[in-house]
């Protein structure tokens, strides 16, 4: 997978602009994702989720939407803030009642999300 | 709202020295975990706790052991240290459906360590 830090793709957008940080993720049999953001020298910090059965989930400043056909995640930020300068993880997970399997979360690389004031 | 709460924030050890990683919270939650995050790995679950007096391996055990105390406090041991267990350490939790379904996964701020 990729590196987180050394070799992170970084996002730069004008404070103001909207910010679309996507992810790719790995497995078909995944049915809950979630977004984190990390600041420097903090843990991940839960942003948003979905599950597989939709494809598009709002809150507040931001959307997630899933194509489960290419397995692809996308984060949009509306209106980014300086505040929202961080590395931003998609994590998925496998649910279901039995299986170790569905208790691991799996995290994406990470894209380094730059704030232009 | 604590949350997630880890202690100590920072620690350096020396190689073969033992510590315990503290982590409580005050969610209720029935899940717990304990990942490790490493630059050019990610993060990566070393173990994980589904209910209160369960444990089970994640993917980079070695080298560790860990005690849910009770539902709140969920520990990772290190018995004797090395150099490649040098990382930053995060508990998390959630609260986990009868379904399978998870909610609240949420992390500690983490505790930096470093074996020399």
């Known amino acids: 997978g990729e590196s987180v830090g050394l070799h992170l793709p970084t996002l730069s957008v004008q404070e103001g602009d909207n910010s679309i940080i996507n992810c790719a993720y790995s497995?078909?049999?995944?049915?809950?994702f979630i977004w984190y953001k990390q600041e420097s020298g903090k843990g991940p910090q839960f942003i948003i989720d979905?599950?597989?059965?939709?494809d598009k989930r709002q809150g507040q400043r931001v959307t997630v939407l899933l194509n489960k056909t290419v397995k692809h995640l996308s984060l949009q930020i509306a209106a980014t803030q300086p505040g929202d300068s961080a590395v931003y993880f998609c994590?998925?997970?496998?649910?279901?009642?039995?299986?170790?399997?569905?208790?691991?979360?799996?995290f994406g690389k990470g894209t380094k999300l730059s704030v232009i004031p | 709202n604590a949350g997630v709460t880890q202690t100590p924030k920072f620690q350096v050890l020396k190689t073969g020295q033992s510590m315990t990683l503290q982590c409580a919270q005050d969610?209720?939650?029935?899940?717990m975990y304990w990942y490790r995050q490493d630059p050019g790995m990610g993060l990566r679950l070393i173990y994980y706790?589904?209910?209160?007096?369960?444990?089970d391996k994640g993917e980079v055990p070695n080298g560790y052991n860990v005690s849910r105390l009770n539902k709140r406090e969920f520990s990772l041991r290190l018995e004797s240290a090395a150099p490649s267990q040098t990382s930053v350490y995060f508990c998390?939790?959630?609260?986990?459906?009868?379904?399978?379904?998870?909610?609240?996964?949420?992390f500690g701020s983490g505790t930096r360590l470093t074996v020399v």
């Open positions: 998390a939790s959630s609260y986990r459906q009868s379904t399978g379904a998870n909610y609240g996964y949420t």
């Open positions: 497995n078909s049999a995944s049915d809950y």
């Open positions: 979905i599950r597989s059965n939709m």
């Open positions: 994590a998925e997970n496998i649910e279901g009642y039995s299986g170790a399997g569905s208790y691991q979360l799996t």
């Open positions: 969610m209720n939650h029935n899940s």
């Open positions: 706790s589904a209910s209160e007096g369960t444990t």
